[in-house]
């Protein structure tokens, strides 16, 4: 092409992907092995490679105290979707699921729009919110555990105010689950608060009273322009509540042991963890924690995608 | 906007919800200081008289219990948010500057990383490490914290970058600074917020791990102080002086921690999420 050089020269930055002359292949390498192959290396070794392992182990009947080992095909996936066990941790994690990502959403929403002030209370209580995200889940769980216990704190009080038979919290089969749901969202509950905080802080001003000046009520105005404003806050919200709730492990090993009765608190990642590590079934584990991140992520990405859309449609 | 009608209406309802997320709070509080028949008797009362023996008898404990645990967690704790921070910070620059196809594949991948639930790769882990020689050592539970903590790091501090104009990085280079000055000497500087958000967020969720000690460092050796708490509810059923004596005392480094750098963490949590 003939293009005068003196006057395209000179401003440098018209397209700023392809300006940059690409270094020679050798010094690529030795910066890639510098700054990117440490990191990835160590990435490699302690999470990609024990993935391919899982898998590798999940087609076999592996079990490091009953050799040997055999290569089952897929026997092991095959079994899973016929063991009751594994079937009643499914149905576990997702009611656990389904009330974690709801509660700590619904309820940090609320408290959200309750503390969106100025002033030295509404400081003092966002500390007090967040509190909790920065407890240990062993230290959360012993302490709700004295709470809970038939004899704790909450039955003591629901005695003295006349409840001849309090309820078994953490002891009845059929409450002990929604007990660990409750205790969750409340430690989760702190997280969505700050990131709804942060939302409604992002959302101007002028609008609402622009709105307010048309006569909107304030449920119109938080359904018409707070609410669709906070669709990035809703994301993160559900998202990182989903991928907690789903891998809960710490809670349950420290409360119930996934009793009371058989399974009633089990979920994936405590069965997944209790088949491999103390019943030494690491071939079928290895299956049931393959499914498990087939689950964790299909889920993650349907829910990110939809929550997505909504953001653009705004 | 203002609140109209009923102004007292909001800090009272706001402050008998919070009561709620201090009642659990208040509980460590008041039974470290009690003696440990009166815990499950009256969980709720004011230490009367007060005692320390609690802290005093956990800290004499003659099998070093609480000093030995601290010491993991401590030395646990620290050598990993080190590692994380450099490895992450380097790694992180790498690929947000690169152009080459693999490294939008090694994003992804690490990215994808953030969700894997450490149950998924614990039993691999195990062997991986028995290989290495480095299982029940702390040298694998640092070296394992670091692969499975480093998508985070590598999260926030390409995100950073994306704001830090390469022109800077271009002008150094004309300078004659090699890859590794420019990146020591112009860009890490640079990367200090996100830096303290890696290691505050790192650093707390690090301390508090459950499963990963618990599995890596195994039974007979040794625990850090969040698998001692564990321990000692098993091992002392009835001892809840022990117990609560240990709760305090791992949760209160934290504690004072996240007080004095609240702001940072609330900026670290909503710098990721409000970019949406």
Request: charged share 10%; with cysteine; proline share 6%.
């Amino acid at each position: 092409m003939a293009v005068d050089v003196r006057t395209t020269s000179v401003p440098a930055s018209a397209t700023p992907g392809s300006r940059r002359p690409r270094l020679p292949r050798a010094e690529r390498l030795r910066q890639f092995a510098l700054f990117g192959a440490p990191g990835l290396l160590v990435y490699t070794c302690f999470v990609l490679a024990p993935i391919a392992i899982s898998f590798g182990y999940s087609l076999t009947n592996h079990n490091p105290f009953n050799p040997p080992t055999r290569f089952v095909g897929l026997d092991n996936y095959r079994l899973l979707f016929t063991d009751s066990e594994f079937l009643t941790s499914l149905r576990v994690t997702t009611i656990l699921t389904v009330i974690v990502v709801i509660v700590p959403n619904v309820a940090g929403l609320g408290i959200a729009v309750l503390l969106d002030r100025k002033g030295w209370l509404y400081n003092a209580l966002r500390t007090v919110f967040f509190t909790p995200m920065v407890l240990s889940s062993v230290v959360v769980s012993v302490v709700w555990t004295r709470m809970l216990d038939d004899e704790g704190l909450v039955n003591q009080t629901l005695r003295a105010l006349g409840v001849e038979q309090p309820p078994g919290w953490l002891s009845d089969p059929r409450l002990a689950l929604y007990s660990i749901a409750i205790i969750l969202s409340w430690q989760m509950l702190g997280f969505c608060v700050v990131v709804y905080l942060a939302g409604l802080q992002g959302v101007p001003n002028e609008l609402a009273e622009a709105a307010s000046i048309d006569g909107a009520g304030p449920v119109r105005r938080f359904r018409s322009i707070t609410w669709p404003l906070l669709a990035p806050s809703l994301t993160i919200n559900t998202v990182v509540l989903l991928i907690t709730a789903f891998k809960v492990f710490d809670h349950i090993q420290v409360i119930t042991h996934g009793g009371p009765g058989t399974g009633t608190t089990a979920t994936i990642a405590y069965d997944v963890l209790q088949t491999g590590l103390v019943a030494n079934r690491q071939g079928y584990a290895s299956a049931m924690a393959i499914v498990m991140l087939v689950i964790i992520a299909a889920a993650a990405g349907v829910t990110l995608k939809v929550l997505n859309r909504r953001e653009v449609n705004l | 906007m203002k609140d109209s009608r009923l102004p007292w209406l909001r800090p009272v309802v706001a402050l008998v919800i919070s009561a709620f997320f201090l009642v659990p709070l208040y509980m460590i509080l008041v039974n470290v200081f009690k003696q440990g028949e009166k815990i499950t008797q009256s969980p709720a009362s004011l230490p009367d008289p007060p005692t320390l023996d609690n802290i005093t008898g956990l800290l004499s404990r003659t099998d070093n219990l609480f000093w030995a645990s601290l010491t993991n967690s401590i030395v646990v704790t620290t050598l990993s948010i080190i590692l994380l921070t450099v490895l992450s910070a380097m790694l992180g620059h790498f690929l947000a500057r690169s152009r080459s196809r693999w490294a939008r594949v090694a994003m992804l991948l690490l990215l994808s990383g953030l969700m894997i639930p450490p149950q998924v790769i614990l039993m691999p882990i195990t062997q991986v490490l028995r290989a290495l020689g480095l299982m029940t050592t702390l040298q694998g539970l640092v070296l394992f914290n670091v692969g499975y903590y480093i998508p985070f790091g590598v999260f926030v501090f390409t995100g950073f970058l994306r704001g830090i104009p390469i022109e800077l990085e271009e002008a150094a280079a004309i300078d004659g600074a090699s890859r590794s000055r420019i990146f020591w000497r112009v860009v890490f500087p640079l990367l200090r917020p996100a830096t303290a958000s890696v290691l505050i967020f790192l650093g707390v969720w690090i301390w508090n791990d459950f499963i990963n000690p618990l599995v890596i460092l195994g039974p007979s050796q040794g625990t850090t102080i969040t698998t001692g708490i564990y321990r000692s509810i098993g091992q002392y059923q009835a001892d809840f002086g022990t117990v609560f004596a240990l709760m305090f005392l791992a949760t209160l480094p934290v504690l004072i921690f996240y007080l004095f750098l609240q702001k940072h963490f609330v900026k670290g949590l909503t710098g990721g999420a409000t970019k949406g």
